[in-house]
């Protein structure tokens, strides 16, 4: 099966950044063939799909981030990364990575962005 994991999660400032990474590794060869995603979830809110990127390199952003976040993918790595800037305290939630090869989604755990003065 395919192992996804998050980090580069934790505790910043309001405006300030962070870059979080996913990185798969398993039974793949390479994420080339795979849409990689970013979700979140926060408490009392739905999980919400924030970013993804198809294979042919097209991305996809939430109304909330666009202009804030970027989503980026090094197949080479097996990394997908997202890079968010101006962050707001409603960006707080956990982040989790999905990889999808268009018959099964893998799910990393999830890391934890808070953004707090």
């Known amino acids: 099966q395919v192992h996804v994991v998050e980090s580069g999660g934790g505790l910043v400032q309001p405006g300030g950044s962070l870059r979080l990474s996913c990185a798969a590794s398993?039974?793949?060869?390479?994420?080339?063939?795979?849409?990689m995603g970013w979700y979140r979830q926060a408490p009392g809110k739905q999980r919400e799909l924030v970013a993804g990127?198809?294979?042919?390199?097209?991305?996809y952003y939430a109304d909330s981030v666009k202009g804030r976040f970027t989503i980026s993918r090094d197949n080479a790595e097996n990394t997908v990364y997202l890079q968010m800037n101006s962050l707001k305290p409603e960006d707080t939630a956990v982040y989790r990575c999905?990889?999808?090869?268009?018959?099964?989604?893998?799910w990393g755990q999830g890391t934890q962005v808070t953004v707090s003065s």
């Open positions: 990127i198809n294979s042919d390199g097209n991305t």
């Open positions: 999905n990889a999808a090869t268009g018959i099964s989604d893998f």
């Open positions: 398993g039974s793949i060869f390479s994420i080339y063939d795979m849409t």
